[in-house]
């Protein structure tokens, strides 16, 4: 990885290092999105599970007196 690193930035310019680091942010922050979109894609997957084990429905109305 370092030895990677290294050849990238040989010959850098200030302009190819800035957008080095715009590309790096992106990543890191679509890396988040990804991570953040599993978490919750497993929440609702077990919340599903949830509502179907516990079967629950609402009483309705009321009968009526006489």
Known sequence: MSRALHEITEDMTLYHGVRLSQVLEAVYTQGKKDG???????????????????PHKNPGKPKKTK
Request: charged share 45%.
């Open 36 to 54: 953040a979109r599993t978490a919750f894609e497993e929440l609702d997957k077990k919340i599903r599970e949830v509502h179907k084990a516990v």
